[in-house]
């Protein structure tokens, strides 16, 4: 069967997703400006798979993880998105119905969180599929919330629930702790996996609020070390205030070692962020009207030791790496 | 033996090389400025192995290539380099004698060009070493420079020598004709493949002279078809006006056929631009300034046809597609 060429793909499926910025997809490079006192918040995530995505996830599925997982960087920092490249690398067996899907998940995706596809490269490769994107945002000038400055005794909120991707991961190996849960239950941690819905709307309002953010795609353990050993201090959670969804509810009941895996598993691309109490209730109310809810699930405080989560008879601490994905 | 963890590896080998936009690489984005009243241009090229460099490659060769493949089209768009962000994934058998070679070599010409690194994602692949690279630049407001600009009568110019890329990566099948090559003939061909020299120091020139640019990434026959396409018009070139450096014209004299393969190899990564006769003096004497060579090679013209490639006894228009490396 005869392969289009990288020019006709790129004319067939990715150019009338293009914004403005992309010039057709008929330039060598895309060009772009940030709204007048402005800067360019720059982040690029990549995805392979059977790593980060398997080859039966559907690929308007795998498109949507791709551009997600780098919306939610760039709404954790604050930054409202202004477009993204895509590097592509094709297997030997590519079709031009999964790059169709893709294309086409990709263009749902980028609607939904106002983040125009506006640059890419095809290349084939010997290996896996794989996914780069790198997004771009911008924020008002000085006013990217870092990861970095979190202070003493602000409140640490989450996004949304915790532990779902990494269950809904788990969830394909068809573990006991399954047997329990509804179907709906079911289906709402395995499209937690398949599709992070990041927190676009939260950035105008983390801007005004929280002293430091990041999202949390390596898991709540790991990445509230993260951004604690970057702030020079260290937390304390109450592990009852975790927000967690019905089917994890359901499932840490059947298996209560499932804790591990819910503050461990990553996937989650919710947003974890350090807010001053006394900004607290506004930001509450903010979040809340722009659809958003938001849990305090502990606070930050000095020390140089890991995260501290406390729960009915004891705490336990996370240890650093062993939640790496590499 | 134990790997260093993804933290670990961005602390030890890329850490050290990241420019202030880098943040240290200790946070989740880049942030960064274009100057007041300039727009930001943005490109994305990936490279695998196998595919767009070999195994036997030396790891700072590579680095240097995926860059430098990237800042040429910044160089292309008249656009001057800001930094750039790099998704690195690494196979089975990676090393940490590779990374800090490839580290140093990235180093070394992130300096040269004045295009630091920003950011980036490290992640594992089953598959070949592949590397994706989007560089951002600046040009003041509106002066980008377009492929779909030329005008009819505009001269046609090329930076450096054609072909010098695509004979060096022959070179490396002992081909008959590298029989009558000097080393130092056959080290330039080799050297050229490997190590773009993106025109830099032209970019500013560019802009102030002609009225559309590309790089030459696919081969001058193929690249100039687009060029010629975009801007609704077909060129007419002169052969023998060709820039080739002295390898490639003893390669030339051994087999005649090498011609095809000089023009539509691809790997030259110098500029194609198109300018208006009465700027070509000025054009010359300043690219001359900033120590580029340049050659008028041809002319841009009515009509639709592929480029007329023409040379004593006839002229050649080559096919579309046939350059084409996907």
Redesign the interface.
Known sequence: MA?P???D?IARYFAPLAGP?G?GL?????????APGH??????????E???FLPEDAAASVARKALGVNVS??A??G?DPLGF?????L?PGWTEAWLADFAQGLERAAAEWSCPL???????????L?I?V?A??Q?P?GR?V???AARVGDIACVTGTIGDGALGLVLRSAPAWAVGLSSQQREHLADRYLHPRPRVALASILREHATAA??ISDGLAGDLAKMAR?SGLSAVIDVAQIPLSEGATAALAAESDLIDRILTGGDDYEILCSVPEDRLESFHREAHKAGVSLTAIGRFVDGEDLPAFRHVGGEKRYPA?SF???
């Open positions: 392969r060429s990288e020019d793909l910025a010039l008929r330039d060598d490079a895309a060009l772009l400006a940030a800067e360019v918040v720059v982040t690029v995530d990549a995805l392979v059977r790593v980060h960087d760039l954790a920092k930054a490249v895509l590097a592509l690398a297997p506006i640059g890419g490269d095809t290349v084939k490769t010997s290996g896996p794989s780069s790198t771009l945002g924020v000038e990217m870092r990861r970095n990041m999202d970057a790496g790496s994905h590499f």
